[in-house]
């Protein structure tokens, strides 16, 4: 699988006008979030169910839980059951941060998006060894950017 190179089919970003977090409103979500991903989506013609894999930003813990929710991966306040009955890992429906995501792989500034990246395509590729999931044929990647009320979200598909 060395020659396949993933594509981009759907690719979305928004950013809240505030300093640090969205500060008007509904503190326990993230509204750049939702809009990066509806605009993802519908730019790729999918929706969260058609996803195999993602790679999500989530330098803190309860943010990263919060992310997975405005992705639409799981409803408002569902993330944390989900995570702990195992849909997201390698071989649940939902499999996210097969890396380790943010709080186990690191954290580099600036590098972050790229790692997300990098799982992603070597997922899609079929070379991420005891980390794969099998089948992966669509990945989604989300980072932040600004401070935590800016959102990037990029979805790929084997070519």
Known sequence: MRDAVPVLTGYGEAHDDSHFMPSIGDMSH???????AT????????????????????AFAGAELMCYEELGFFGRGEAPAAVESGRT?????VPINTSGGRLSLGHPA??????????????????AGERQVPGAGRGLVQAEHGMVNGSVVMIMEKS
Do not use: H, K, M, N
């Open 110 to 127: 600036f590098a972050t998006a790229l790692l997300e990246i990098f799982e992603v395509v070597t997922q899609l590729r079929g070379e």
């Open 89 to 93: 890992r390698i071989a649940g429906d």
């Open 30 to 36: 993230f509204p750049c979030v939702r809009r990066s």
């Open 39 to 58: 605009e993802a989506f519908t730019t790729a013609a999918v929706g969260p169910a058609d996803v195999d894999v993602a790679e999500v930003y989530g």
